[in-house]
């Protein structure tokens, strides 16, 4: 069925501060040079001003026409990836012993569904507090449910939210995290189970009194590091189809490429000429071989999919800057020396041992992918590793000193630090220092900002320019940072101007002209977005909210609709949608979108006040005073700060006669 979009919208001539070359150019109709304006004052008239020219270097000449932004910042078309993948079970014919191993591994459990997955959490007590809220998890009616309450000194619960779970994501080596669907939409639970200390805590990074809840979406970079094979939907960012998965758990293909002609020749389909295209690691280049481990290993600062790639395309015996423009934290360490998450390549990549040998030192030198080593053996295991290295040059120590740790190399080198990103977790360290003594820093020269990855022939200019400035768009955001969002439009408008389709940069480019202030600027650009991307739900919705703040209710509630046919989770979406259709009058849907809200979010002081005053007018005085009394008690329970609305959401209350946009401003 296809999903319906909002009405088109004409298109003005000149579009402010967006493209600099309209797509007609790319049907060979033309080139159009738009005009690019310098912030200012939004009722003033628009200011013509050249387009911005490159940031990568001073020595590059400034583009000045269509035709030479054109040449100079041209994106170029990835070349298609492989296809046919046939599941790991199918691999398990002619490696029954591998395959039996493998699956076994951290790897080979790395995602499941509820029921189906190891129970390693049914001894852990299943209720906690945190936040001021309760959690416990419940069966009901062959469901697994997670709850999340918060009480007072009343009786009965202010709230109590139960959603029921599918799926766990992770091996349980260290912990696990649990997820949910709605409309081919992924959302994270805020409980999550730690092996270490056997306990059910909050999900790493959440903050429930910020709105996290169960309303985090799983993105696609999610799944394509924790599932062997991902249902995902053409032109639909971070959605799944039915059934959403084709392969839980990592498999074999992850590592060695899509199976199915490999299987097809090793069953007779082979002619003369032909070689079979199955990958083993170990036979590929250092930096290729290393690739297979990195695309789910080497997690940095940032990563931004390369232009017309998506997340679901790395290919062993690909780089991984084939596909992700991957950006390094400054630092291996967090500010008191301790080591990052996920950083275990970073910390290895600086060590000596990687740098003096010439790339023969990797993950795989240390670490067999097909098969888990048992804790017992872990310490003879690794320092026959090491020996293949160093049996020229043992221990300097004395053998008393070795004994008192078991003759261990890892137990002086490779020490279990803290980790401060995933509490209740800790890793090894990688780095490899010559004393447990050491500190955690990094051997090579600290970086003063983050560091573009490169493991493979150099980018094209406008490939690292379209990355930094996808980047600095989002540190300005998460930094409400003026100066950074003025340095990403810099490097993003020629960009734009000569690739109109990259819907990535040009979202970018939109929220840098939102965050300061330039709205008049972003509306055009996020209208071209939607035109060219219908099912952008970033898109959909930031228009809603602009045309909500500009008092176009009934255009705003068009683009609302489109989103929340895409994604109805949301509560935020519905409360705006109650907002929106109360001014418009349709009172009875206001009421059904806040009760929809109310039961998504109920920490939501809007949705109670929405939900009062709507049952004030229809005449339920009762369920009115009923949501006041609550909404009180949850205002007390809960600092302001923890119960405050998103953009586009008011806390105000609703007028039952103010149905006139005409009259009014911001609604």
């Excluded at 091996?171 to 994270?188: I, V």
């Excluded at 409360?575 to 929106?580: D, I, P, V, Y």
């Excluded at 059904?592 to 709507?614: G, H, N, V």
Aim: proline share 8%.
């Amino acid at each position: 069925m296809t999903e319906p979009s909002p009405p088109a919208q004409p298109r003005s001539v000149v579009t402010s501060t967006l493209l600099a070359l309209v797509p007609l150019a790319l049907a060979g109709l033309g080139v159009l040079f738009l005009k690019w304006n310098q912030p200012g004052d939004l009722t003033a008239p628009h200011q013509t001003a050249q387009p911005a020219g490159p940031v990568v270097g001073n020595d590059t000449p400034l583009a000045t026409t269509p035709q030479e932004i054109q040449k100079m910042w041209a994106l170029q078309d990835p070349p298609p990836v492989s296809t046919g993948f046939v599941g790991s079970a199918a691999c398990r014919d002619c490696h029954a012993e591998i395959h039996d191993k493998y699956v076994r591994t951290g790897m080979g459990q790395s995602f499941g569904r509820i029921g189906e997955v190891a129970p390693l959490e049914q001894r852990a007590d299943t209720g906690f507090q945190a936040a001021g809220r309760q959690y416990h998890i419940e069966s009901s009616n062959g469901q697994t449910l997670h709850c999340e309450a918060l009480t007072d000194d009343q009786p009965g619960a202010i709230y109590e939210q139960k959603v029921p779970i599918q799926y766990a994501m992770g091996s349980g080596h260290k912990g696990r995290s649990y997820l949910f669907e709605q409309g081919g939409a992924l959302f994270m639970s805020p409980i999550s189970w730690y092996a270490e200390g056997d306990r059910f805590d909050l999900s790493p990074g959440y903050k429930p009194e910020q709105g996290d809840r169960f309303e985090r979406r799983i993105t696609s970079r999610c799944l394509s590091c924790h599932v062997g094979q991902v249902n995902a939907v053409p032109g639909r960012l971070d959605h799944v189809g039915s059934p959403a998965f084709h392969e839980l758990s990592i498999g074999c293909e992850r590592c060695h490429g899509p199976g199915e002609r490999h299987v097809a020749l090793h069953q007779g389909d082979w002619q003369a000429g032909q070689t079979d295209p199955i990958v083993n690691p170990s036979r590929l280049e250092p930096e290729l071989r290393e690739a297979v481990c990195n695309q789910c290993h080497l997690l940095g600062a940032d990563e931004i999919p390369r232009y017309q790639r998506s997340d679901y395309d790395f290919r062993p015996g690909m780089y991984l800057s084939e596909v992700w423009s991957l950006f390094l934290e400054p630092a291996i360490t967090n500010v008191d020396g301790t080591p990052r998450a996920v950083s275990q390549v970073e910390q290895m990549r600086d060590s000596r041992c990687f740098r003096v040998s010439n790339g023969k030192l990797g993950c795989v030198s240390c670490h067999d992918p097909h098969a888990s080593v048992p804790e017992a053996e872990a310490e003879s295991y690794y320092r026959n590793r090491c020996l293949e290295c160093h049996s020229q040059q043992g221990c300097a120590l004395p053998e008393p000193q070795r004994a008192v740790k078991n003759d261990s190399c890892i137990a002086c080198h490779m020490p279990r630090v803290g980790d401060n990103d995933i509490p209740h977790v800790s890793q090894t360290n990688h780095a490899i220092p010559r004393s447990v003594d050491v500190e955690l820093t990094p051997i090579s020269r600290s970086r003063r900002q983050a560091e573009l990855f490169q493991d493979g022939p150099l980018l094209p200019k406008p490939d690292v320019q379209r990355a930094r400035g996808i980047a600095a768009a989002k540190q300005a955001e998460l930094k409400q940072n003026d100066e950074l969002a003025g340095t990403a439009l810099q490097m993003l408008e020629p960009v734009v101007a000569a690739n109109p389709l990259d819907t990535a940069a040009t979202a970018a480019l939109a929220r840098c002209y939102q965050l300061i202030g330039r709205f008049r600027d972003a509306g055009p650009i996020w209208r071209d977005v939607v035109a060219g991307d219908p099912n952008n739900e970033e898109a959909l919705l930031t228009m809603a909210q602009i045309l909500q703040q500009t008092g176009q209710w009934k255009e705003s509630l068009d683009f609302l609709e489109a989103f929340l046919k895409l994604n109805e989770w949301p509560a935020h979406a519905h409360g705006m949608k109650a907002q929106l259709c109360e001014r418009l009058g349709e009172l009875d849907t206001a009421l059904q979108a806040a009760e929809i809200a109310f039961q998504r979010d109920p920490t939501r002081k809007t949705a109670y006040i929405w939900l009062e005053q709507s049952c004030l007018k229809a005449g339920r005085t009762a369920d009115a005073e009923r949501y006041r009394l609550l909404r009180e008690r949850l205002e007390r329970a809960l600092p302001e700060t923890q119960s405050s609305s998103p953009p586009g959401e008011q806390a105000t209350t609703p007028n039952p006669t103010a149905t006139d946009a005409g009259n009014r401003g911001q609604p």
